[in-house]
């Protein structure tokens, strides 16, 4: 890895470069996983790279989805592994514990591998990297059943994981994929940067926040919603508006680069 010294004003932002660069080279995240990141890296820098209110308060959605639900999956790619295995986990882990506490039958939250450019070695490499940090019961290495609509390997997927969930968090999906899973009557959380993602637009809930910062989000939230009724949790959802919090994120845009050219007019700005 190239040595980037900590002091380097965009630390953060090079270091989940290099992440991904060791992911490609230790056959986890696809070629096109980085390009995927340098979109998303565009749109970060439009929102600010910080968390919006719009974001958090679909992460509270999202988190009442994740312990309404009867059988609640993760999918997980190979930007996902390369960039936040350790959030994965936690958000995993605390899940469980919440559905433990709040008497769900099944109060597992399922994580699954699921590939866009799929490959059997990329699935066993992801596999890995998610049971050494601990996440349990990872799905996606014996697929046995296929989303309908789509073609090629990457329908594939698991009967007791995202075929048989009710809630599927999609973080960082490719939109046809997600269409097809909204279609398949899925409920959807996505995580995507591009609020004009087809991703983004097709989830019943999108955090237009970056994939590191959004899951410990989710995990605050849940936390906040703890001892919360099923019946508040329930209203919460249905109550949830996706496209008007997408124009609202818009704006947000619109506004940062309407101050961002006035300051640039300004020599004493930015
Ligand atoms: O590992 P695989 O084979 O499953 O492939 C994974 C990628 C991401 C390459 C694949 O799903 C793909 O091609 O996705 P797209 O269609 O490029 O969509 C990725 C979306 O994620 C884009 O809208 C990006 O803006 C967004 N994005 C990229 N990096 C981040 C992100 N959103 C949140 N956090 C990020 N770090």
């Known amino acids: ?5 900590s002091s380097h004003p ?9 992440r991904l660069v060791e992911g490609v080279r230790a056959g986890i995240t696809s070629q096109a996983g980085l390009i995927a990141h340098g979109r998303g890296e565009a749109y970060d820098y439009l929102l600010g790279e910080r968390t919006l209110e719009e974001a958090r308060e679909a992460a509270r959605v999202a988190a009442a989805m994740l312990l309404l639900a009867d059988r609640p999956v993760m999918s997980v790619n190979g930007n996902v592994a390369a960039l936040a295995a350790k959030q994965v986990k936690e958000l995993q882990e605390r899940i469980h514990e919440l559905r433990v506490s709040r008497g769900m039958k099944e109060p ?6 699921n590939l866009f450019h799929r490959t059997e070695d990329r699935v066993k490499a992801i596999t890995k990297v998610l049971r050494d940090q601990g996440v349990v019961g990872v799905l996606g290495e ?19 994981g995202v075929a048989s969930a009710d809630v599927v968090l999609i973080p960082l999906e490719d939109g046809d994929r997600a269409e097809a899973l909204r279609a398949w009557d899925k409920h959807v959380i996505a995580i995507d940067l591009n609020p ?32 919360r009724s099923q019946r508040t949790l329930a209203s919460m959802v249905t109550g949830w508006d996706n496209p008007a919090m997408l124009v ?17 007019l300004d020599p004493e700005g930015i």
């Open 248 to 264: 609202r994120v818009l704006g947000r845009i619109s506004d940062r680069l309407t101050s961002l050219g006035a300051d640039q």
């Open 1 to 5: 890895m190239t040595d980037i010294p």
């Open 108 to 113: 597992a939250f399922v994580v699954e591998v």
């Open 142 to 160: 014996q697929p046995n059943a296929r989303v309908p609509g789509l073609d090629h390997a990457r329908a594939l997927c698991s009967k007791s």
């Open 10 to 18: 965009r630390y953060a932002s090079l270091k989940a470069r290099e």
């Open 196 to 227: 004009l993602a087809r991703t983004s637009r097709a989830a019943h809930v999108t955090l237009v926040d970056e994939l590191t910062r959004a899951l410990p989000v989710i995990v605050e939230e849940a936390n906040e919603l703890e001892h």
